[in-house]
């Protein structure tokens, strides 16, 4: 999503009618995160790990290469108490160590290194490192200081270790100097801090895979109320037996419990319970329990009634914009279900790649573009049935409405179909159509071939998020930027996956970094305008942060993301970033994304350590 300056919510319009017949419960339960795991995941206990830091307590568990690293001598000073570790400042070829072991709970996705570090030297040079301090975790060197880093008093160093979870290693500091003239490296409260919730595992774990839908709707005249049946089939592939699944009836959050807009009834594969999460996630307890590499089906009555505004789901005068309405299967992995509530700040939609196969019966005189490739037969009098089939795609939407059409294709082969409510000019129009095909065939280049057919964008200057993406279909304003926004979101969310709710970065900064690079815009300097509201506040933080932030979304999550993308980029020199996030979209075609996953990626790109660019850019996790 693009989001622009809000209108005021209440000028929204959400006059919904409630559905007529609802054979389901919709007593709502409090939403909730998460459902508690099947197996339950190691959860973390918050903890500081490191013994002595301050080293006011002796010497002990550290071990130190000789008696007089741990001291309170003169001649230095220490940052808090009266003790510290001087190593070298001999003024001869010399070595110091200093290490512990330390232990790293389990399940936790955070765990930040911390140092107090004084250099103080006698070399005069400005250009040549005599001296070296190196700190390292395990077998990994987090960092390497010398005389040329001389400086009045101590500075906090600070590194993510989080990739050590669950492990025991070892936290070595190791000075060395050379024949002549004294560099001393003093350091001081050292501590490793602990936090966070279970890491995602690996794509594996991800259930119910490979679903595929087919569904069949028919509209009222105006395309504001659809009716008919969805039908889902999927597999279990995870090693623990799937007894129940969960629908997400998104656009429940677009009305209320007793008027709801999604309809969901006469379930078959399966008995339906409780709705839960604002009436957003309907729980289906499966008739068999499916194990490891089994698949079943489930059906159901589907009932869908647009409400009035210029939403992403919301009908605009005489144009409905139809997105999230169909249910999707929640994702369950190593932390359970994901029952994430609905966010209006971001998304919360997280979905595998899925087939569809969605006919929509309706009034001729509304066109209805949609995801994937559409073809239009005849039906009854005055009608027509769009068939509309996408591949390996995480959601189906769709829009209705008398719209103004125009066609074309892009250098590269991909049909474009642009869509415009009244009010939008001929010129806009082609405006935006021009602008598809460039931003189509750019992104294409640099992350792999679009694979989704046709792209449809529906156009309308009352949309107040701005832009929205949906495979291969997408919302706009009549903005050059949104749309290849909108359109590089193709790759990043839609082929290249993520859980939207807890890492919005994956797929918004990134996507604002395409854009940046489609448009010709290099970035340069953009980090330096950086200024963070907390030490609390991260480009890595989840909608469930940034909805008690709203204010620092946008800035943080689309430009401080691309602004560290774009120092990425520099650091690695252009034809590794390109080749790395290409290799990378490749990797994890059709997959799901995770910020440890793109981290190691990147770190496999470059000998450079990239564990202090992570720290700088509070990338975490």
């Known amino acids: 999503m693009r989001p622009t300056p809000r209108k005021a919510l209440a000028a929204r319009l959400l006059a919904v009618a409630a559905l007529a017949a609802v054979s389901l419960p919709n007593t709502p339960a409090a939403a909730a995160p998460r459902t508690a795991p099947t197996a339950a995941a190691a959860a973390c206990t918050p903890a500081q790990v490191v013994t002595n830091g301050g080293f006011e307590s002796g010497t002990s568990p550290w071990t130190q290469s000789s008696t007089t690293v741990i001291t309170n001598r003169s001649g230095q000073s220490a940052h ?28 936790c996705s955070s765990a930040s290194l911390t140092f107090w570090l004084h250099i103080d030297t006698a070399e005069t040079t400005s250009s040549t490192a005599y001296d070296k301090l190196t700190a390292k975790i395990g077998s990994t060197t987090l960092a390497t200081y010398s005389n040329l880093n001389k400086a009045t008093g101590y500075a906090q160093k600070t590194f ?10 070892t936290l070595a500091f190791t000075g060395t100097e050379d024949s002549s003239l004294q560099t001393s490296f003093v350091l001081d409260d050292v501590a490793l801090n602990t936090s966070g919730d279970t890491a995602p595992p690996a794509d594996s774990t991800r259930t119910p895979a490979a679903p595929a839908y087919t569904v069949s709707l028919t509209s009222n005249t105006s395309g504001t109320v659809w009716t008919g049946h969805e ?24 009305g209320t419990c007793s008027a709801m807009p999604i309809v969901v009834s006469n ?20 008739t068999t329990p499916l194990a490891q590499g089994q698949s079943t089906s489930i059906g159901f009555d589907l009932g869908i009634t647009v409400p009035a505004g210029a939403d992403r789901f919301g009908h605009d005068g005489a144009f409905s914009m139809i997105g999230n309405a169909l249910p999707v299967l929640a994702v369950k992995d190593g932390s359970g279900w994901h029952l994430d509530p609905y966010t ?28 994937g490739t559409s073809v239009d037969t005849a039906g009854s009098s005055g009608r027509t049935i769009t068939t509309a089939t996408a591949s390996k ?14 066609s074309g294709t892009s250098t590269a082969g991909t049909a474009i179909n642009v869509y415009s409510v009244t009010g939008i000019s001929s010129s806009s129009a082609q405006s935006m159509l021009s602008t598809a095909k460039s931003a189509v065939d750019a992104h294409a280049a640099r992350f792999g071939a679009y694979p989704y057919g046709e792209l449809d964008a529906v156009i309308d200057n009352n949309y107040w998020f701005g832009g929205m993406e949906y495979p291969g279909f997408v919302l706009d304003l009549v903005s050059t930027t949104a749309l290849t926004h909108e359109i590089a979101h193709q790759w990043f969310y839609g082929i290249v996956g993520d859980d939207e709710y807890n890492s919005p970065w994956l797929d918004e900064s990134f996507t604002d970094y395409a854009t ?19 030490s609390a506040e991260n480009i890595t933080n989840s909608m469930a942060y940034w909805d008690t932030h709203s204010s620092r979304y946008s800035t943080v999550v689309y430009g401080y993301g691309k602004c560290a993308l774009h120092d990425l980029r520099r650091l690695l020199g252009d034809t590794v970033m390109a080749k790395l996030l290409k290799d990378y979209a490749a990797s994890h075609w059709y997959g799901v994304s995770t910020t440890a996953e793109f981290k190691a990626a990147a770190q496999a790109a470059t000998t450079t350590d990239l564990t202090s660019f992570w720290t700088t850019h509070r990338i975490i996790g």
């Open 267 to 286: 379930v078959s594969g399966g008995t339906a319970g409780a709705l839960s999460v604002s009436c957003t996630a309907l729980k289906i307890t499966l």
């Open 393 to 406: 795609v995480r959601e189906f939407a769709w829009a209705a409405g008398p719209f103004t059409k125009i």
């Open 344 to 371: 209006n700040n971001g998304e919360s939609f997280y979905a595998l790649a899925s087939d569809f196969k969605v006919t929509l019966d309706h009034p001729t005189s509304v066109l209805v573009p949609a995801t």
């Open 80 to 107: 808090g108490g009266t003790s510290f570790a001087w190593l070298d400042g001999v003024g001869g070829t010399h070595t110091d160590t200093l290490s512990q072991s330390v232990t790293i709970p389990s399940g």
């Open 516 to 534: 940046d690079l489609a448009q010709g815009l290099s970035g340069t300097g953009c980090w330096n305008n950086v200024s963070w509201a907390s």
């Open 160 to 169: 993510d270790v989080s990739a050590f979870a669950g492990q025991t290693v």
């Open 231 to 254: 039908s889902a089939t999927f597999t279990n592939a995870s090693s623990t037996a799937l007894s129940e699944v969960y629908l997400r009836l998104w656009d429940n959050y677009h």
